[in-house]
């Protein structure tokens, strides 16, 4: 009798891995990234000048917010975390604000304003370049800085790879996305997973310096994350914010005087 339960048994389990396995490979945008959708006629209102630009990424529009100085150095591009919009990140421009650099940040596909809809890493990766384009079109002969927070730390740095910047700074960075994976959701089977934003081989022995910022409280990312990058190279630089949780390091004073101090003495 129980020659015919066990198969029976092992039937289900494997039944049900696949389902598992299949609903982890065909839904990781669902699991990864949260998107705000906003009306094309959605009003964006800060009390700085700004321009909103549409650049092309391969016939998707991607909608960006430019943030314009005077006598402005160079650029700060910004690549946001893994949730919202450009209506709530476009205020991440008041952390900027005494920084010599314009600061110019876009919407993912199927973010805020943009068109299409993420399908993998190369469309992260694609919309990242097209930003880049324009921004080399726009700021020609001028200082480019690349700037990631959370998720887009993989973004950011696989653009810094590919086109080294004066700078990269990271904010509270994964060492890399199976690695983050493996620690939120063990059940998940690595080989699976289409999205690697391997941040720890974007940086590794590159000629430009890198700093990485993490609050000691991180409660999604450990800031053993960062600890572990900046044994990469002497390149890399650790920031430590203390008391600061995942999404709060802004409000702390030692954040907004490590950025200016960054951008006086990279």
Do not use: C
Request: avoid cysteine.
């Amino acid at each position: 009798m129980m020659t015919g339960v066990l198969p029976k048994i092992l039937l289900t389990l494997v039944i049900a891995a696949a389902a598992l396995f299949s609903f982890v490979y065909f839904n990781q945008e669902k699991l990864i990234f949260h998107p705000e959708r906003l009306p094309k006629d959605h009003r964006f209102l800060f009390p700085v000048p700004f321009e909103e630009v549409v650049v092309d990424s391969g016939g998707v529009g991607i909608h960006t917010l430019l943030f314009p100085k005077e006598n402005s150095e160079g650029v700060v591009l910004f690549f946001h975390g893994n949730a919202g919009s450009l209506h709530s990140w476009g205020g991440v421009y008041a952390d900027f604000a005494s920084i010599p650099y314009d600061l110019w940040i876009m919407d993912y596909r199927g973010f805020g304003k943009s068109e299409g809809k993420l399908s993998g890493e190369a469309d992260l990766m694609a919309d990242a370049q097209a930003l880049f384009d324009a921004a080399q079109q726009r700021y020609a002969g001028k200082e480019v800085v690349l700037y990631g927070r959370s998720i887009g730390t993989g973004v950011a740095s696989a653009l810094a790879a590919k086109h080294p910047p004066k700078m990269l700074i990271l904010e509270t960075p994964y060492y890399n996305f199976p690695d983050l994976v493996a620690q939120l959701a063990p059940w998940a089977p690595a080989p699976l997973l289409r999205y690697r934003l391997m941040n720890d081989e974007h940086i590794r022995n590159q000629p430009f310096p890198v700093h990485l910022i993490h609050g000691d409280r991180d409660e999604l990312i450990p800031v053993s994350s960062s600890k572990r990058l900046a044994e990469l190279g002497p390149h890399i630089q650790f920031h430590q914010i203390n008391g600061a949780q995942h999404n709060n390091i802004s409000a702390f004073a030692r954040y907004h005087k490590l950025l200016q101090d960054l951008f006086r003495n990279p």
